[in-house]
């Protein structure tokens, strides 16, 4: 099985990515984590490195609620960006939210693959990288 | 007696000739009285003159005319005669008596005139003046009727019109119509109505006139003008009723209206702000609850204690902002329990230097040039704890996200709107907020759009929380890296 070269945390929640972080590296799965505390940092990285497709994740844990530029803003400017990207990159919202509203936006959004409701099980985190 | 013949002749051919006896009895008609009556000469020769009476003559009438000819009097007069076929007809009648040596009438020659027409005519006249003063009659019992000349001087009043404006007659006739003029209604409605009837057109419409003591009437109305031979109005003819209950009622039901309108405004905003605390709970509390559910777990499955010891040492920052969003949210709970608060005159000037007070050392460190102009409110009626955690927030912003690249200029002003609401601003030159990015989010709870370090997205959020509570609005205009000004509307001032 080949590990996954980079994740991306897009995430402003300290603690959360401390521990993703190291559940993430306990699997062995992936080469290297990046974090982005907004959307803004993450879309300008994205926009850089467009070309460079090696740079760029495979997958994005995305969280909603950030500062600057949240989640959702966050999509909107991936999506328009999607098709001059040549590289797949799968994306999860991660997000602490219960609320019904996210959940079925987040469904209608063909960038998202999944919302995951954190808080996220190791298990479960190894379960998305291998069905990548 | 050639000459008699003659103008007997001349008599029977343009007049209607008949002679009878003293008592009456037909001996001679001529032929105009047989086409008249149409009777045969044969029919009507010695029968009494009353065959041709139409019985529409009082007896009076009758007896006055026999005692005049009776007397050796020519009678003169209208009569209504029946022909035999019973039609009737009138005519004019001249009765002269041919006396005797002993001065008494021995006959009578009746010289008549066929007057129908003309009857005919003044009798339609009649009906047709009585049929106007019918209505005129029924008009000014049901109307409220006024009559002007052309230039709206009254020259007539009915009844109800001395009613409903309580004026005399007297008091009227000569005035100019604006007497009741209630100044309601504004200078074009008029303007067109007057144009409208100098026209010649019929104006139809609802207006609010002014009684002598000063109390208010609507009516609807009718101005009807009249023309002379050249086309051109000579008077108005203005027909009223009584309205004013029926606008009462209007009025109510617009009143209603505009407060189930609020209302419902008012139900919405709560509505908005449930679901706003449904968010705050399900995010901003969960987030924190998961983080330490997580830390909690990782905790329990570590082996390593050092591991275990680094995070455990997280958890304790996780507990304290949890405390932290919670006391926030009970304090915005708290506001919007708070709707009945008790309001108070707050002079914005004295509010401003207390708030001010607190923000010296920054303002004198920043050299920030703060500009106040409160000539057009200089007070609001509102609760005086949220004035100043407004006021205390919206200047706490505008120096915090000041511009690296110039000194602070905070602009404070008030406005007074046509509703008497009053605005006010807070405008500054600072980082300014990307508002197409971040419309929906600026007024929400744990919202930050700047990197810095003091930002915690509560401010706004209690500051829009407390000017909703009293009914009132907040929004931000702003330009990135030119400034940004925030308004609150305060409800209409009506102490």
Redesign the interface.
Known sequence: MNPIKTLTLIDD?N??V??TK??VEQTNLVDLIKVFGNGLDAINFIKENKDNVDALPEIILLD??M????GW?FLEEFTKLNPLIGKKITIYIC?????HDDITRAKSINEVSDYII??I?KDKLIDLIKTL | MEKITDYKYALDESSIVAITDQKGIINYVNDNFCNISKYTAEELIGQDHRIINSGYHSKAFIKELWTTIANGKVWKGELKNKAKDGTVYWVDTTIVPFLNENNKPYQYVAIRSDITDRKKGEEELKKILKEISDYKYALDESAIVAITDQKGIITHVNDNFCKISKYSTKELIGQDHRIINSGYHSKEFIKELWTTIAKGRVWKGELKNRAKDGSTYWVDTTIVPFLNHAGKPYQYVAIRSDITERKKGEEQIKKSNEKAIEHAHILELKNTQLVDFCNIVSHNLRAPLVNISMLVDYVEQSQDEDERNEVLGKIKPVVNHLMDVFNELVESIQVKQDTEMKSDHIILKDCLEKVLIGFETQIQEYDADIQIDLNQASTIYFPQKYMESILTNLISNALKYKSPDRKPIIKIATKKEANNAVILSVADNGLGIDLVLHKDQIFKIRKTFHRHPDAKGFGLFMTKTQVEAMNGKIWAESQPEQGSTFFVEFKPQNT
């Open positions: 929640d603690i959360f401390f521990l190291k559940v909603l609620s500062p600057i530029m949240n803003q997000s602490s939210s219960i609320s954190k808080p099980t």
